[in-house]
């Protein structure tokens, strides 16, 4: 029996924390996580329209999707990190989804490129709360030999969220307009924040970890840092989440324009096709990731590395099918398998991360990973490929945006083969520091 399972069953103080109403916590974050990105991505589908209908270039548009979004990000990640590991992430969850639905459905009033950035910045501010609240959650709710399956659950419920979004961005736009798609995808995370304050309790700190009982203190702000680069591991996974999301999120960004342009599609047709490829790769490859992590690794971090490595290589190929191929179709299936094995970094890593950090300093290593990913992925990749846009056009116009996605694909390479040095910095680190230390 897991430790979590003894704590529920003998110590009756926890006794709300049943096996359903973890489940249920689990449901009701992957909700979150949904709402999230539906609200983060349907701007990738209101691209065209909004830089047409705003009179702006495409360098424009991939600031606001990048770096206005990325800098905000950063800001408020730290900040609200701290709140996670020190106060109720219950009510922080509740407080930044509250935040980001609202500033979702402003954007849908805006006038000018400026206005809808401050909006989308407002996005971002309470987006930067809500992975470190989950994933900390989360850790205290599940043992380590059961994490990477329930992480990569809860990252599937963020390629639902994307389907989501570019499908009904890609129809409200169609039957109405891209500002009636902002109201529309924003008040439903205005409703869920009222559910999760109604009916989610937080789980007491390291319940999962066999800690149940023992007061564990928030390290001071410097240590917090400290407790998490100073490990090569975690260092590592930094690096790594840099690498991976630089092409994945370049590909999000600009995958939806790249289909307009090249492949001649409605925004309603790529909201469909391209939101089912994503979605499905997404959801297939982070589920299987975690399964197949905590399968074969039984709770070996080194080996979580492994599972993480021979994905993101195995999605290189199929990215340049994505871009290359002359048929949408089989651009879509190159786009599917791309996406299903690009995420196998996400749940490996994500368990192994928390694992080795101490119960209250999990939402400050969440809150780095997720920096990185904002900072190099969000910040620059879809920048980066807004400016090989506008340089590669006089030389092949609309396909420009074809070769500029393909220069992004070396970061999956690139994340693999960190995966496989990590495995021994791993080893290395678990041999000098038991992984159960807090």
Not at 134 to 147: C, F, G, H, N
Request: net charge positive; aromatic share 10%; with cysteine.
């Amino acid at each position: 029996m897991e430790p979590i399972d003894k704590a529920l069953g003998t110590d009756a103080t926890h006794g709300w924390w049943t096996l359903p109403r973890r489940h249920y916590v689990l449901f009701i974050l992957c909700l979150v996580g949904v709402v999230n990105f539906v609200d983060r991505q349907i701007l990738a589908i209101l691209l065209e329209p909004i830089k047409k209908d705003l009179g702006v270039s495409d360098t424009a548009m991939g600031l606001l999707s990048g770096i206005a979004f990325s800098a905000f990000y950063v800001i408020a990640g730290i900040p609200i990190a701290r709140m996670v590991d020190k106060g109720s992430r219950r009510n922080v969850l509740v407080g930044c989804l509250t935040v980001w639905s609202l500033a979702t459905v402003l954007c849908g009033f805006v006038q000018n490129f400026v206005q809808l950035a401050v909006a989308r910045i407002g996005v971002a501010s309470g987006e930067a709360g809500g992975g470190p609240a989950t994933q900390s959650l989360l850790a205290d709710l599940y043992p380590i030999s059961q994490r990477a399956t329930v992480i990569g659950i809860w990252l599937a419920s963020q390629a639902i969220g994307i389907a989501f979004g570019l499908f009904f961005g890609g129809w409200l736009n169609t039957a109405f307009d891209w500002r009636i798609a902002f109201i529309v995808v924003g008040v439903p995370g205005l409703l869920l924040a009222i559910g999760i304050r109604l009916t989610v309790k937080d789980p007491p700190r390291g319940m999962a970890d066999g800690g149940v009982g023992k007061q564990v203190e928030t390290p001071p702000l410097k240590e917090a840092f400290l407790i998490a680069l100073r490990s090569p591991s975690l260092r590592l996974l930094l690096i790594i989440a840099m690498c991976c999301s630089f092409a994945g999120y370049s590909i999000l960004g600009w995958g939806p324009t790249f289909y307009i342009r090249v492949h001649g599609m409605t925004t309603m047709q790529v909201g469909g096709l391209m939101g089912l490829a994503v979605a499905g790769g997404l959801f297939i490859g982070n589920v299987g990731a975690g399964r197949i992590a905590d399968r074969v690794a039984k709770g070996d971090f080194a080996v979580y590395m492994q599972v993480a490595g021979w994905g993101t290589i195995l999605a290189a190929p199929f990215g340049l099918l994505f871009l290359l191929a002359a048929d949408p179709m089989l651009s879509l299936v190159g786009l599917f398998f791309s996406k299903l094995f690009m995420t196998f970094w996400m749940p490996p890593t994500y368990a192994v991360a928390v694992g080795m950090s101490p119960v209250r300093n999990r939402g400050m290593i969440t809150a780095l990973l997720t920096l990185s990913t904002t900072v190099v992925g969000i910040g620059m990749g879809p920048v980066f490929v807004g400016v090989m846009n506008d340089l590669l056009e006089p030389s092949f116009g609309k396909e420009a945006i074809r070769y500029s996605l393909v220069f992004v694909l070396g970061g999956l390479v690139a994340c693999g083969l960190l995966c496989f040095v990590g495995t021994k910095l791993v080893r290395r680190e678990i041999a000098a520091r038991p992984v159960t230390a807090q």
